[in-house]
């Protein structure tokens, strides 16, 4: 097998691959956040459409950018508060990452189209007067106009989840 540039990330860890840039996942879980003008183009181990002409294509226009700068692999901001740890890179004004731990109920202020992942646990999420449970592993689009959203941990004791929205500086 050939390897473009191995990098081994561990639990926690982001990285930012320019559009573009030809890139596979070999081993474990990873969430992927990729802006709606993006297109996949597949190689292979998949029943969708693989476009291997596409590929060769770019690979022949952009065979230097795709040698990784370390720079470019790992989120310009990080900050971490008491339950939060948010991810951002610069020049990128699409999203933003956040993963919060959850103890018991917290509650979310909502003010930007947002996708919550559930990456560790079993949580409900309640707004209005509803209610959904979320197992682990779902995904939820939450609308900006819900504003307040609460996040319930249940049958253990703690959840994480991951929340990507809007970037707005």
Do not use: Q, W
């Not at 197992?135 to 991951?162: H, R």
């Amino acid at each position: 097998a050939l390897f473009m540039n191995h990098i081994l990330k561990t639990k926690g860890d982001s990285m930012y691959i320019v559009a573009n840039t030809p890139h596979a996942y070999i081993h474990g879980n990873c969430y992927e956040v990729m802006s709606n003008s993006d297109n996949v183009i597949r190689l292979g181990l998949t029943k969708k459409f693989v476009d291997r002409d596409t590929f060769k294509k770019i690979c022949d226009e952009k065979f230097d950018e795709m040698l990784y700068e370390p720079s470019l692999l790992i989120s310009d901001h990080i900050k971490t508060n008491k339950n939060e740890v948010t991810y951002h890179k610069d020049k990128i004004d699409d999203f933003i990452l956040k993963a919060i731990t959850i103890d018991k109920v917290t509650k979310m202020n909502i003010d930007k189209e947002t996708v919550l992942f559930i990456d560790e646990g079993n949580v409900e999420i309640h707004f209005d007067k509803n209610k959904i449970n979320a197992p682990l592993y779902s995904s939820y689009f939450i609308p900006k106009e819900l504003k307040d959203v609460n996040i319930k941990v249940i049958n253990e004791d703690k959840a994480k989840v991951l929340l990507v929205s809007e970037y707005i500086n």
